[in-house]
T-cell receptor, first 115, second 111 residues
Framework: DTAVSQTPKYLVTQMGNDKSIKCEQNLGHDTMYWYKQDSKKFLKIMFSYNNKELIINETVPNRFSPKSPDKAHLNLHINSLELGDSAVYFC??????????????FGEGSRLTVL | GIQVEQSPPDLILQEGANSTLRCNFSDSVNNLQWFHQNPWGQLINLFYIPSGTKQNGRLSATTVATERYSLLYISSSQTTDSGVYFCAVENRGSTLGRLYFGRGTQLTVWP
């Protein structure tokens, strides 16, 4: 059973298009995240949701819109794709304590290529 | 935000060798995690270690929070240990869930 699953794994699209990536976790976690990994492998948080509420919203263009229909799902929609959006996008989940965050579990990543 | 520095940036080993990877951070943390990204891109959580020492098979990790560093030890390395090792920290007082990642150590193990 895959703990954190995201689809699709690969996306190749033209500049200007809109695309979505879906993520689901079956770990019973209350917090989900989107991370972006650039070509130099640097991982940076984009968004986090706790029980469907947006908690972290980093300096990300508003072309990126996350949506969490329930605490087991977090989707990412990207409008008007640009060349610089090409990256691997990782979904992750964790429990959140009162003092710190629990172990982070990642999905397999979605490689987005914008032509 | 907190600065996270990992060293060395690259490490090449022969199978069977031991290695130590280091993670330094610039401020107090209440959370530190080590991850392995394999050559296929999969990110695996190795340790949740805000302080103290943990062992899991050939891997062990130690975090000395008061001195702002953590070490990951790999003993008797195998080719399957190849990949990038990341540490990530959560700053005391920052928004819950905001983990800052280092730039990683790229490990290559040759047979």
């Amino acid at each position: 059973d895959t703990a954190v699953s995201q689809t699709p794994k690969y996306l190749v699209t033209q500049m200007g298009n809109d695309k979505s990536i879906k993520c689901e976790q079956n770990l019973g976690h209350d917090t989900m995240y989107w991370y972006k990994q650039d070509s130099k492998k640097f991982l940076k948080i984009m968004f986090s949701y706790n029980n469907k509420e947006l908690i972290i919203n980093e300096t990300v263009p508003n072309r990126f819109s996350p949506k969490s229909p329930d605490k087991a799902h977090l989707n990412l929609h990207i409008n008007s794709l640009e060349l610089g959006d090409s990256a691997v996008y990782f979904c992750a989940s964790s429990h959140s304590g009162t003092v710190n965050t629990g172990e982070l579990f990642f999905g397999e990543g979605s490689r987005l290529t914008v032509l | 935000g907190i600065q996270v520095e990992q060293s060395p940036p690259d490490l090449i080993l022969q199978e069977g060798a031991n290695s130590t990877l280091r993670c330094n951070f610039s401020d107090s943390v209440n959370n530190l995690q080590w991850f392995h990204q394999n050559p296929w891109g999969q990110l695996i959580n190795l340790f949740y270690i805000p302080s103290g020492t943990k062992q899991n098979g050939r891997l062990s990790a130690t975090t000395v929070a008061t001195e702002r560093y953590s070490l990951l030890y790999i003993s008797s390395s195998q080719t399957t240990d190849s990949g990038v090792y990341f540490c990530a920290v959560e700053n005391r007082g920052s928004t819950l869930g905001r983990l800052y990642f280092g730039r990683g150590t790229q490990l290559t193990v040759w047979p």
